[in-house]
T-cell receptor
Framework: GESVGLHLPTLSVQEGDNSIINCAYS??????FIWYKQESGKGPQFIID?????DKRQGQRVTVLLNKTVKHLSLQIAATQPGDSAVYFC???????????FGTGTSLTVIP | DSGVTQTPKHLITATGQRVTLRCSPR?????VYWYQQSLDQGLQFLIQ???????AKGNILERFSAQQFPDLHSELNLSSLELGDSALYFC??????????????FGPGTRLLVL
């Protein structure tokens, strides 16, 4: 399969600080990316997506940045809250394909 | 709540047995995807069904099979179970045939333990 990896397997941040979670992807033909949040005992929950014709997309407290030159994706969470503690996955879809490739995830812990 | 439902939540069985996992997609979604999540491998795509037909295949073992019924619910059948099949099995759904046009929404998963 394709390689979608995260730079940091764990991340701890202080409540109120901003968090940045990074993801590297390997296939330059990937044209759609999703960030998912998975809380303990639950399924992955859609956070935000971005298509390859964009380099930035903002949601509520979250921003995804896409750098196609270096095949890098990041998720920024503003004013991190305890409820943000979870594992975050990036997933890529290669143009023309139905399959998403997921990274192994980054565990975010928010310290109150 | 994503709107995707899965049953059962937990399943404990023995090696060599066969189990069936069930998934109902979000209302109106035509595609169903099955994923396996184990501790050491992350989320692995198994198979996709779109409107009753197999659409894409990933790392699905020959001992595993799936189908999608006319009412669009799907079942994943796991047979000749081995200890290594213990994992979380997720179902996801999307509106049409999938790919770069569509977000996949995940169900809560079925936790399978093979003893």
């Amino acid at each position: 399969g394709e390689s979608v990896g995260l730079h940091l397997p764990t991340l701890s941040v202080q409540e109120g600080d901003n968090s940045i979670i990074n993801c590297a992807y390997s296939n330059s033909a990937s044209d759609y990316f999703i960030w998912y949040k998975q809380e303990s005992g639950k399924g992955p929950q859609f956070i935000i997506d971005i298509r390859s014709n964009m380099d930035k997309r903002q949601g509520q407290r979250v921003t995804v940045l896409l750098n196609k030159t270096v095949k890098h994706l990041s998720l920024q969470i503003a004013a991190t809250q305890p409820g943000d503690s979870a594992v975050y996955f990036c997933a890529e879809n290669i143009a023309g394909g139905n399959q998403f490739y997921f990274g192994t995830g980054t565990s975010l812990t928010v310290i109150p | 709540d994503s709107g995707v439902t899965q049953t059962p939540k937990h399943l404990i069985t023995a090696t060599g047995q066969r189990v069936t996992l069930r998934c109902s997609p979000r209302s109106g979604d035509l595609s169903v995807y099955w994923y396996q999540q184990s501790l050491d491998q992350g989320l692995q795509f198994l198979i996709q069904y779109y409107n009753g037909e197999e659409r894409a295949k990933g790392n699905i073992l020959e001992r595993f099979s799936a189908q999608q019924f006319p009412d669009l619910h799907s079942e994943l059948n796991l047979s000749s179970l081995e200890l290594g099949d213990s994992a979380l099995y997720f179902c996801a759904s999307s509106a049409t045939s999938g790919g770069s046009r569509e977000t996949q929404y995940f169900g809560p998963g079925t936790r399978l333990l093979v003893l």
